[in-house]
């Protein structure tokens, strides 16, 4: 079957009075972007409430659909067959098809609902839900009508044209990006991150993100895969800033002077302070992270709680009371896992103690990182101004 439109359906919560325009617009927006890649050619636009996807003569249907259910706002994208209005008998007709075509077993139920925007049109909504219900009725002796809970609620609507409709694929719900403001995603090469960053970009927050690398203890294909990572994510928020910051310095300065079991808490502290530096400067409002309680020694109550002192912003944690598997799940949903998995070492995993403390207390902590005090601004300053931008889309 051939589908010539599509029929948007969005949530309705938090897009009544003046925000439902600016909703609406974002998600026109997003979706336009998410069908630039797509062979064909579509005319997105708002029509008296709703959205549609008008698809120009050819197009790929497998790859639109695909595209449409990673833009968040969308609860269901309906493909709708267009064909021009005619006279009644002849309606009864193509409906009667396009249920033959669409239901190839049709030992279901079914009811019609139909609207007549073009009031021109000789018969009213109530006579057009009866007279289709009986055609098909008649067409297919195996089918049965259920007013309350049909398997099929077929839509037809006249309009300028006659739009026929009947399947609802889900889409990912949440809202359009842009419509929340913009975070900053510590984003490394694991699972966890880049499922925190979809699962605030779902509510409708447009992403930032900063990566650390220790060139030369660890390798341009560790960055590489960070940069796919981001490339996928993108897919569902559009063009991702990835700030790629060198932390080698900071890192042996921190191995050098600070006890060890205390290494990967303080990294973690000097990540926040530079992922937050670059949030600020670009307008981001809060921090995003893939800590879960508990997961490694740097994500216990106390590790987390010394890790938050050093910001400002709100730090976002998403996952936090996710299970590994739980996040693993998503990451394969959201197709970032197969990536996440690659066999390449992140900064985190070379310069890690033996036994790294599990309840740091922050005033032990502080008194470590005044060690640090005769070089660390200097550092600071060297890495967040040799940062190298990627724009990752
Ligand atoms: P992930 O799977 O996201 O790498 P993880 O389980 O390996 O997480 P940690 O290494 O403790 O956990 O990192 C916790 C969080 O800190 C990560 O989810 C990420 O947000 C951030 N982070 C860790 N390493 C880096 C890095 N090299 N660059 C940017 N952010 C990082
Ligand atoms: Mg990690």
Redesign the pocket.
Same mark, same amino acid.
Request: hydrophobic share 40%; with cysteine.
């Given at each position: 079957m051939t589908f010539q439109t599509f029929l948007i359906k969005y949530g309705e919560i938090g897009i009544k009075g003046k925000n439902r325009y600016m909703f609406e617009d974002a998600l026109v927006r997003q979706i336009r972007h998410s069908l630039r890649d797509v062979e064909g050619s579509f005319h997105v636009h708002k029509c008296q409430g709703r959205i549609y996807v008008d698809c120009e003569g050819y197009y790929d249907y497998d790859e639109a659909v695909e595209s449409l259910k990673r833009v968040f706002g969308i609860v269901g994208i309906c493909p709708v067959v267009r064909i021009e209005v005619k006279e009644y008998e002849e309606l009864k007709k193509d409906v009667v098809a396009y249920m033959d075509e669409a239901y190839p077993d049709k030992n279901i139920t079914f009811k019609v609902e139909s609207r007549r925007a073009k009031k021109t049109y000789p018969v009213n909504s109530m006579e057009i839900n009866c007279g289709l219900g009986e055609a098909i009725l008649d067409a297919f002796p195996e089918i049965r009508v259920d007013v309350h809970n049909p398997d099929v609620l077929l839509n037809v609507e006249i309009r300028e044209e006659v739009y026929i409709y009947s399947q609802i694929i889900p889409g990912p719900g949440g809202m359009p990006i842009g419509t929340n403001g913009k975070a900053m995603?510590?984003? !490394? @090469? @694991? +699972?966890? !991150?880049?499922v925190?960053g979809y699962m605030v970009a779902k509510r409708g927050v447009g992403l930032e993100a900063?990566?650390?690398?220790a060139p030369p203890y660890t390798s341009e294909r560790a960055k590489q895969k960070v940069v796919d990572l981001a490339k996928k994510l993108a897919k569902y928020t559009g063009p991702i800033r990835l700030n790629v910051v060198n932390?080698t310095d900071i890192q042996l300065a921190i191995y050098d002077k600070c006890p060890h079991d205390e290494l990967?808490i303080i990294m973690?502290r000097y990540?926040m302070k530079i992922?937050e530096y670059f949030a600020d400067q670009s307008g981001c409002l809060g921090l +995003?992270? @893939?800590?879960s309680i508990g $997961?490694?020694a !740097? $994500?216990t109550m106390q590790s987390l709680l010394v890790t938050n002192e050093v910001c400002h912003l709100p730090v976002f944690r998403p996952l936090i009371g996710f299970d590994k598997q739980e996040i693993v799940d998503i990451s394969e949903k959201i197709d970032t896992y197969e990536t !996440?998995i690659q066999p390449f070492e992140? *900064? *985190?995993t070379i310069f890690v103690a033996k036994h790294p403390v599990t309840k740091p207390k922050l005033d032990v902590i502080k008194r470590s990182e005044q060690r640090l005090s005769e070089d660390i601004d200097r550092l600071f300053e060297e890495a967040v101004n040799s940062v190298e931008v990627i724009i990752a889309e």
């Amino acid at each position: 079957m051939t589908f010539q439109t599509f029929l948007i359906k969005y949530g309705e919560i938090g897009i009544k009075g003046k925000n439902r325009y600016m909703f609406e617009d974002a998600l026109v927006r997003q979706i336009r972007h998410s069908l630039r890649d797509v062979e064909g050619s579509f005319h997105v636009h708002k029509c008296q409430g709703r959205i549609y996807v008008d698809c120009e003569g050819y197009y790929d249907y497998d790859e639109a659909v695909e595209s449409l259910k990673r833009v968040f706002g969308i609860v269901g994208i309906c493909p709708v067959v267009r064909i021009e209005v005619k006279e009644y008998e002849e309606l009864k007709k193509d409906v009667v098809a396009y249920m033959d075509e669409a239901y190839p077993d049709k030992n279901i139920t079914f009811k019609v609902e139909s609207r007549r925007a073009k009031k021109t049109y000789p018969v009213n909504s109530m006579e057009i839900n009866c007279g289709l219900g009986e055609a098909i009725l008649d067409a297919f002796p195996e089918i049965r009508v259920d007013v309350h809970n049909p398997d099929v609620l077929l839509n037809v609507e006249i309009r300028e044209e006659v739009y026929i409709y009947s399947q609802i694929i889900p889409g990912p719900g949440g809202m359009p990006i842009g419509t929340n403001g913009k975070a900053m995603l510590l984003l !490394s @090469g @694991g +699972i966890d !991150s880049p499922v925190a960053g979809y699962m605030v970009a779902k509510r409708g927050v447009g992403l930032e993100a900063t990566y650390f690398h220790a060139p030369p203890y660890t390798s341009e294909r560790a960055k590489q895969k960070v940069v796919d990572l981001a490339k996928k994510l993108a897919k569902y928020t559009g063009p991702i800033r990835l700030n790629v910051v060198n932390f080698t310095d900071i890192q042996l300065a921190i191995y050098d002077k600070c006890p060890h079991d205390e290494l990967t808490i303080i990294m973690r502290r000097y990540m926040m302070k530079i992922a937050e530096y670059f949030a600020d400067q670009s307008g981001c409002l809060g921090l +995003i992270t @893939g800590e879960s309680i508990g $997961q490694v020694a !740097s $994500q216990t109550m106390q590790s987390l709680l010394v890790t938050n002192e050093v910001c400002h912003l709100p730090v976002f944690r998403p996952l936090i009371g996710f299970d590994k598997q739980e996040i693993v799940d998503i990451s394969e949903k959201i197709d970032t896992y197969e990536t !996440s998995i690659q066999p390449f070492e992140d *900064c *985190c995993t070379i310069f890690v103690a033996k036994h790294p403390v599990t309840k740091p207390k922050l005033d032990v902590i502080k008194r470590s990182e005044q060690r640090l005090s005769e070089d660390i601004d200097r550092l600071f300053e060297e890495a967040v101004n040799s940062v190298e931008v990627i724009i990752a889309e």
